[in-house]
Structures are given as structure tokens and as C-alpha cells.
């Protein structure tokens, strides 16, 4: 049997290093989990989620896989169910940037054993990154993938120095040397530049503020996107 993952899963579970034991957070149907224990890079998993419809779907995922004994449930918030040494790697996929911070901050075992995190936020991206940069991690790598219309970025994360981003790179990412890196960055530079159009009429030394911040990033998107395009004549 084999579960074909749509491609922001094939994505991540790309992502994942072969031969660990996978913790999936918001598994839903533990499509990934069973996916990579079918296809054999994976020996185990525990699937993770914070409700018990999920957790039931995950459930009839893994009976109809034969997979019984191989994955693990756990019904809880984050890897608040999921002890030191269980797992060796942590996926994390389908949330918003905010929540994965809030999950990784309330497991600080995952960064003090530098247990490899595969993310992929949502929403809320330069406030992931962000985070990630002031509290102890670094990101390795990021790819990305197309679902119809649709972008998705997944992130490669570790325990370890980063340096600093840019705000556009906040936003964006860094060396990112993806075929969709073209139209991820201009995705980005049509909202920012939207964001400005919408303020350009406002007052306030607040806004002021927060208007100049936005041009520093659509300028730094713009600068990314030219050397992009450089990069690939």
C-alpha cells in the first residue's frame, strides 16, 4: 500500500531525516507518519493532536495501512504529551508561525537536544523566523511547494547559531534555491506593496513607523527577486 501525500506533505516529509522516530503535530490523518513508515524511511511515530476527531481519523489511517504498533497517539496540545528521548525528530506542519512558537517554546527539550524540527507554518512566517532566530535555532534549510494556487514554505530547523536575517528574509527566507523561489518572492512583494497602498493615507507617528519598517521589507524583496532573476539567466 502506499499513501500518496499532496505535495505541501511530500514536501515535509522530504524534510525529515531518514531512520528516526517522527513525532507529527496536528497529525489529523496521520497521512505523513504512515506515509513514511510505509515507504521505509521511517521505523515509528507518535501522532499527535490536540482533538479526538483527528486523532480518530489518524487512527482508522493507520488500521486501513496495517501499520498497527508502529505509530503511537497521543490526544494533547503540542508536544506537551510526548516526553525527552521518545522521538528523535518533530514535524510540525499546517499552523500558524505563532502556534509553532508557542509549541516549541513550552517543549524546550526539542532545542536542548537538538531533536531536528520540519515547520511549516501557515501564516505568521516572519514572526516564526524571527523567533526562532532570538531563541536558540537555526534554520538549515527551506523548501517550497505549490498546491493549485498556493505556496507553502517547510523549515528545516536545529538547535544552533543562525545568522542574522534581514527583514525582507524575514519574511522570505534565505538562500532558498528553489525552482518557486521567483514566485515566492513576488507573492511577497504584491502583499507588502498592497500594505503600503493601504497606508499611504494614514497618520500617526505609529503608523509612520510601521510604514517604514513595510518598505524596508518590500525594498529588500525587490532587491532578492532582481538577484533571483540574475541568478537564473
Known sequence: MRIELSPRLRMVGELVPPGVRLADVGTDHAYLPAALILEGKIPWAIAADLRRGPL???????????????????????????QPGEVDAVAVAGMGGETIAAILSAAPWAREGGIPLVLQPMS?????????????????????????????????????????????????????????RGAWLE??????????EGMARARGAEVAARRQALEEVHSGLMSMKKEWEQWQR
Open 56 to 82: 480518530d481519523r489518524a487512527r482508522a489511517t493507520v488500521r486501513e495501512c496495517g501499520l498497527t504498533g508502529k505509530v503511537a497517539f497521543r490526544l494533547c496540545d503540542g508536544l506537551s504529551g510526548i
Open 187 to 196: 507573492r511577497w512583494i504584491v502583499r507588502t506593496g498592497r500594505a503600503l
Open 124 to 180: 505568521s512566517l516572519p514572526e516564526l523566523r524571527g523567533w526562532l532566530q532570538k531563541n536558540g535555532f537555526a534554520i538549515q534549510e527551506e523548501r517550497l511547494a505549490r498546491e493549485g494556487e498556493a505556496l507553502y514554505t517547510a523549515l528545516l530547523v536545529r538547535a544552533g547559531e543562525m545568522a542574522q536575517l534581514s527583514p525582507a528574509e524575514l519574511w522570505a527566507g534565505k538562500n532558498v534555491n528553489a525552482p518557486l
